[in-house]
């Protein structure tokens, strides 16, 4: 019975780290980070340069270039912007295009140079 109630301590003291890791604000303790998403960001070996919805019901960002626990859900002003004018192929761009774009749907370049850096989103 003690051995069960020692895991018990142990497992609640993990989660409780864990959790507080997970808080939104998650700037306490550490100069570096910021309350502001930090675009690009790295997390699990990809590169972000929006925010995401990966493993969470809405969409996040992390505090810092490398995620290591610190994050925040996003808010209208935390989303990644268009970047006017871009150039793509051989033409430059002052407002979202449907160009190339399948099912013509608007988007943007996140970059002044699309054809260097690649990194796009659909325009709202």
């Known amino acids: 019975m003690a051995l069960h109630v020692g895991f018990l301590l142990v497992w609640v003291c993990w989660h409780?780290?864990?959790?507080?890791?997970?808080?939104e604000d998650g700037t306490e303790?550490?100069?570096?980070?910021?309350?502001k998403c930090f675009f690009p960001f790295y997390y699990k070996n990809a590169i972000y340069h929006d925010c995401i919805k990966f493993e969470?019901?809405?969409?996040?960002?992390?505090?810092n270039e490398t995620y290591?626990?610190?994050?925040?859900?996003?808010s209208e002003g935390d989303f990644a912007k268009c970047v006017f004018p871009?150039?793509?192929?051989?033409t430059i761009y002052?407002?979202?295009t449907?160009?190339?774009e399948t099912f013509g749907k608007k988007w943007c370049s996140l970059t002044r140079?699309?054809?260097?850096?690649k990194i796009w989103k659909y325009c709202d």
Do not use: H, M
């Open 16 to 23: 409780l780290s864990v959790v507080g890791q997970l808080l």
């Open 29 to 35: 303790g550490d100069p570096t980070i910021s309350d």
């Open 56 to 63: 969470a019901k809405q969409k996040w960002c992390s505090l």
């Open 68 to 74: 290591r626990g610190y994050w925040k859900y996003c």
């Open 86 to 90: 871009f150039w793509f192929r051989r």
């Open 94 to 96: 002052w407002e979202c």
């Open 98 to 100: 449907d160009d190339a």
């Open 113 to 117: 140079n699309y054809n260097k850096e």
